[in-house]
C-alpha cells in the first residue's frame, strides 16, 4: 500500500515523519501547499492521512470526487488526524479504500484513538464488502446493508460453504425477503444493476494456460474472456493462473496474470502427467512432457488452494494459448487460539480478530464466558465442561471440514497443555489450521515471582490421569539431576494428592532445603495469589489446580523480595 501524508504546521509534520518512520517504505511526506498536497496524494496513493481538520479535508477533498458507486471501490481511503494527535478519524472509503483499518494502525502508532462511523462495524458486524470477495455491483452494498442493520431479513445464497465471520440471524435462508446476498462465481441471471441483489465473487477459480513461445498477453486475455463468457463464468472470481515449469518465464502470460494481480503456479511435466483429465494430447505429451498443460495445472492449482476441485471449463485453443478452468472446494479454517492467563490485557491482539474473523466457537464453558462480549453477534458456541477435551478438538475439526470458519479456544498457549495437540491428531489437510499463541500461566507466575526462568528450565504436569505416574517420575529424576528449573502444572487436586509431595521429595534429594520455590495461583485473574518459600517450608495443602509452582534451581536465589535463576553472563562475573 501507498499511504500519502499530507500535514499543513508543524505538528502534523512531526506526525508525519513519525509515520513514515514507523512504516519505511509506504508512505511518502507531501510538501507545498496543502491543496497541491491532496492532489499529488490523490492521484499517486493508495489512502491518504491527511493532518488536517476533517472540515477542511472535506473542502479539499470535494472537487476530486466522484459520486457514481465505482468511485467508491477505486479512490484513495482517507483518515484525519488532528492537531494533538488525539483522534483517527476515517472520513472516506472505510472499507473500500481500507480507511477504517488505516485509522486502526496510525491510532497504533500515534496513540491516537479510531473514530469509526461505518454502519456495520459500528454494530460490530462485518461489512458485506470486507468478506474476501469481489463485489460484482457496488451500487447495491448500501441498500443491502442498510436493510441489514435495520433487521430486515436478508437471503444469502451461495453456491458453497465458505469460512466467513459469524453473520447475524437476519442474514439467512429467508427466501422472498427482499434483499439478497448472492455469493457465486456464475454470472447472474438477473442484471448486476439491482440493487436489491448483492453479488459477491468467491475466490473459486483457477485458469490453466498452455502457450506457445512467445504468445502475447492479448491473445490469451480474449481467449479467456472467451472461455469463460462460454461457461458462464466470472472474472472476478479467477484467483490464479497455473501452467508447466516450462512456461514459467513465458513473458506473455507472466503479463496477463501481472495486469490483473493474479498468482502464477508451476508445475513440473512428471507432476502434471499424474492428473487424469478429459482431453489429454498426444501432440502435448511430445513437447512437453505430458498430455495436459492447461486441465491439469487448472485442477492441480484449484486443488492445493482448497479440499478438491472439479473442471468447469475444458480446453479451449487459440493459435498460441489454451486455456482450461477449474473450481475448488473451499476449505474450511480452524483457528486454535491461546487465550491466555486470564487477565483481558494479557489476550493477544491477533487472539481477538481471530476470533471474530470465525463464526463456530469451541471451547470450555468457562474459557468461553471469557470471550463471549468480544463474538460477533451471530456466533454460534459450542461449548462443554471439563473432561470433554477429545469432543472439543473432534467437534471444531468436524465442523472445519464442513467448511466453516471455527475458533478452538483454551486459555494459556494453546499449544502447551492445551487443544493444539488433540485437535491437530484428528485434522487433516483438508482444512486450513493456523495457530494464535498466547501467553502462559508460567510465564505469567514467572513475571510475578520474578525472574526465575532466567536459565534452562522445563515443564512437568503431575497429572497421572493420561501419564503413567512411573513416567512422570523418571522425567522429574532426569530434570532434577540436570538441575534445571521445573514448573509444575497440574501439581495437585482434590483427588490428587500424593503427587506433589512425591515431586519436590524426588527435587529435594538433588538440591538443598532451602531452594526457592515459587507459587502463583490464578495468575492474572482475580483472587491472584503470589507466595515465595522453600523446599522445607512449602505446605502443599496450600497447592491446588489452579497453582503453577516454579521449583528454582541450585543457583535460584531470592534477591529483595524476587525469585531469580541467573543468566550466567560472563560480565557479571567480573
Keep these: 500500500m501507498t499511504i500519502g501524508l499530507i500535514w499543513a504546521t508543524a505538528a502534523g509534520r512531526e506526525a508525519a515523519t513519525r509515520l513514515a518512520a514507523a512504516w519505511p517504505g ?47 471501490h ?17 472520513l472516506l472509503g472505510g472499507h473500500a479504500g481500507g480507511a477504517n483499518a488505516l485509522a486502526a494502525r496510525v491510532s497504533d502508532v500515534l496513540g491516537a484513538a479510531p473514530v469509526v462511523t461505518t454502519g456495520t462495524d459500528a454494530a460490530g458486524l462485518p461489512g458485506l464488502d470486507t468478506l ?73 477459480l483457477v485458469l490453466g494456460i498452455g502457450a506457445s513461445r512467445g504468445v502475447s498477453a492479448d491473445e490469451i486475455a480474449e481467449l479467456v474472456a472467451r472461455v469463460l ?18 512456461k514459467a518465464d513465458e513473458a506473455g502470460l507472466l503479463a496477463y496474470a501481472a495486469a490483473r494481480g493474479l498468482p502464477v503456479v508451476t508445475f513440473p511435466a512428471e507432476r502434471l502427467a499424474q492428473v487424469t483429465v478429459p482431453n489429454p494430447s498426444e501432440v502435448v505429451r511430445a513437447a512437453v512432457g505430458t498430455p495436459s498443460v492447461a486441465e491439469a495445472a487448472a485442477l492441480l492449482a484449484a486443488g492445493a488452494r482448497g479440499r ?18 477449474a473450481r475448488l472446494v473451499p476449505m474450511g479454517r480452524l483457528a486454535v487460539i491461546g487465550l491466555g492467563p486470564g487477565a483481558a490485557d494479557l489476550r493477544t491482539p491477533r487472539a481477538t480478530e481471530r476470533l471474530r474473523a470465525s463464526s463456530i466457537v469451541v471451547g470450555l464453558d468457562q474459557y468461553v464466558d471469557q470471550v463471549r462480549h468480544l463474538l460477533r453477534p451471530g456466533t454460534r458456541i459450542v461449548d462443554s465442561g471439563l473432561g470433554a477435551e477429545e469432543e472439543r478438538a473432534r467437534s471444531a475439526v468436524e ?56 536459565h534452562d528450565h522445563v515443564y512437568l504436569s503431575l497429572s497421572d490421569l493420561h501419564t503413567p505416574w512411573e513416567m512422570i ?61 522453600t523446599l522445607d517450608a512449602i505446605d502443599p495443602a496450600e497447592v491446588d489446580m489452579n497453582t503453577v509452582v516454579i521449583v528454582g534451581a541450585s543457583t535460584t536465589r531470592t534477591v529483595a523480595g524476587r525469585m531469580v535463576t541467573p543468566r550466567g553472563y560472563a560480565w557479571m562475573a567480573r
Design 74 to 90: 477505486t479512490q484513495p481511503g482517507v483518515v484525519c488526524v488532528d492537531e494533538a494527535g488525539r483522534w483517527a478519524v476515517a
Design 229 to 246: 463468457a462460454d461457461a458462464g463464468l466470472a472474472a472476478e472470481s479467477v484467483c490464479a493462473v497455473a501452467t508447466a515449469d516450462v
Design 308 to 325: 478438491g476441485a472439479e473442471l468447469v471449463a475444458g480446453k479451449t485453443a487459440s493459435a498460441m494459448a489454451t486455456v482450461a478452468v
Design 399 to 454: 465442523l472445519a471440514r464442513q467448511g466453516h470458519a471455527v475458533a478452538l479456544i483454551g486459555s494459556g498457549d494453546a499449544g502447551v497443555y492445551a487443544m493444539a495437540s488433540p485437535a491437530l491428531e484428528f485434522a487433516g489437510d483438508d482444512i486450513e489450521v493456523t495457530a494464535v499463541p498466547g501467553v502462559t500461566a508460567a510465564l505469567a507466575a514467572s513475571s510475578l515471582l520474578g525472574a526465575p526462568l532466567g
Design 473 to 533: 517420575e523418571r522425567r522429574l529424576e532426569a530434570a532434577a539431576h540436570a538441575d534445571l528449573v521445573v514448573c509444575l502444572y497440574n501439581p495437585r487436586s482434590a483427588r490428587r494428592t500424593r503427587q506433589l509431595p512425591a515431586a519436590l521429595a524426588i527435587l529435594g534429594a538433588h538440591r538443598p532445603p532451602d531452594t526457592p520455590i515459587g507459587l502463583v495461583r490464578d495468575a492474572s485473574r482475580a483472587g491472584e495469589r503470589i507466595a515465595l518459600t
Design 132 to 204: 474476501g470477495f469481489a463485489v460484482a455491483n457496488p451500487a447495491a452494498v448500501a441498500p443491502v446493508s442498510r436493510a441489514l442493520l435495520d433487521g430486515a431479513p436478508v437471503h444469502l445464497r451461495s453456491d458453497q460453504v465458505w469460512p466467513l465471520p459469524a453473520l447475524p440471524a437476519n442474514l439467512g435462508d429467508h427466501p422472498g425477503a427482499a434483499h439478497t446476498v448472492l455469493v457465486t462465481d456464475r454470472v447472474s441471471p438477473r442484471p448486476v444493476g439491482e440493487r436489491s441483489v448483492l453479488v459477491l465473487r468467491p475466490p473459486s
Design 26 to 72: 509506504e508512505c511518502t511526506v507531501h510538501a507545498g501547499s496543502v491543496r497541491d498536497q491532496l492532489t499529488q496524494a490523490w492521484s499517486g496513493s493508495d489512502a491518504i492521512v491527511a493532518f488536517l481538520a476533517t472540515g477542511a479535508t472535506v473542502r479539499l477533498l470535494a472537487p476530486l470526487l466522484t459520486t457514481d458507486s465505482a468511485g467508491k
